[in-house]
């Protein structure tokens, strides 16, 4: 018996399709986002501006020729992208928070040069 799949075009096949090239790189650079905001806010908007980068090409890309790719790397990239998204938008939140805070307790300090006085 002759197989019929291989008169008739695989069009709703993925194994046979291309993954996005940098599909898996942004869902991990977006959860690394997301998990580094508590470094000080640094390591998480690194992460998550280099996650949008990467999915805003491979979006192009994606939309340039969607029938190329597979929709499971397209998945990967849309979920990569909205981490990014969080990872990107907290980080910014920790890290003025912080500058906040350091300018809190440095006028603090300089408003009251004596507080250190009663500590010796």
Known sequence: MENQSTNQPNIFNDSQKENLPNGTAVLVLGIISIVGC???GIVGIVCGIIALVLAKKDMVRYNIEPGRYAAS????????????????????????????YIAFIGTAILSNPNIFRHLH
Do not use: E, P, Q
Request: a positive charge; one cysteine or more.
């Open 73 to 100: 790397s397209f998945n990967n990239l849309k979920a990569g992208r909205i981490c990014a998204i969080i990872g990107t938008i907290l980080s910014s939140l920790y890290l003025l928070i912080l500058i906040f």
């Open 38 to 40: 508590f470094c000080y």
